[in-house]
């Protein structure tokens, strides 16, 4: 945990930074979770409307599904509970609300397992017989750590919001600076966004997003993508 000063060690520190990295081989950038289908279908031809959308997904979606089982999955790692690991991810399969979605989390978790084997030697007994989701595994490596279940979630949603504009950028497109703008933003309301989600109960979380769920559906014909969701 943190030392005297309240500050993270710097090995645990640089762990969550390299979590939380775009750049990890897991596929992140190739899924826009929508959004390339909002610019299609939902007039999402600006950086407000783009900004707006991905806030909303922040608060509406991320914080009452994903990050309440980041959370609780960090825990449950530490704690060695198997049961509850196991109720976690597959809280997290049956709500997947399209093909794409569960696509995404399903291959991402099994990506993310794979490059964890290159760090930890334990990785193969510990996902045994389990289709890993990827909220559960990154929990797993954040569980690894020195960090907080705050630090270990802050940290998850930062990647999501980087993987987020990556996908703004693109598909609206947009310039580097509007994104670096639409990221300032994200950075101001995900703390909260964390909390909220902490303070969730198993019988709290939900992942009704149903507009959301209606243009991953359409996406998945969509005829020019750049995008797997």
Do not use: C
Request: net charge negative; no cysteine.
């Amino acid at each position: 945990m943190s030392d005297a000063s309240g500050a993270l060690p710097a090995a645990s520190l640089l762990q969550l930074i390299w979590l939380a990295s775009p750049a990890l081989p897991i596929g992140g950038f190739s899924y826009s979770e929508g959004l390339e289908a909002g610019v299609e279908w939902g007039g999402l031809s600006s950086e407000p409307a783009a900004s707006d959308w991905i806030a909303d997904q922040l608060h509406l979606s991320l914080s009452r599904a994903d990050l309440p089982v980041v959370a609780q999955a960090i825990a449950a790692w530490r704690d060695d509970d198997r049961a509850r690991i196991e109720a976690l991810n597959a809280w997290v399969l049956q709500t997947r609300e399209s093909a794409e979605f569960l696509l995404q989390t399903e291959q991402m978790g099994r990506s993310f397992v794979e490059w964890l084997k290159l760090h930890h030697d334990d990785v193969a007994s510990q996902f045994d017989g389990l289709a890993i989701t990827y909220p559960v595994a990154f929990a797993f490596a954040a569980s690894r750590t020195q960090a907080s279940v705050r630090d270990g979630t802050l940290a998850f949603a930062f990647g999501w919001a980087e993987n987020m504009i990556g996908a703004a950028v693109k598909s609206v497109p947009l310039g580097q600076s509007a994104g670096q703008r639409m990221l300032g933003r994200l950075m101001q309301e995900i703390p909260d966004a964390v909390d909220r989600a902490i303070a969730l109960g198993d019988d709290d979380r939900q992942a009704f997003s149903p507009m959301l769920a209606i243009h991953s559906a359409r996406h998945e014909t969509q005829y020019s993508r750049l995008f797997r969701s």
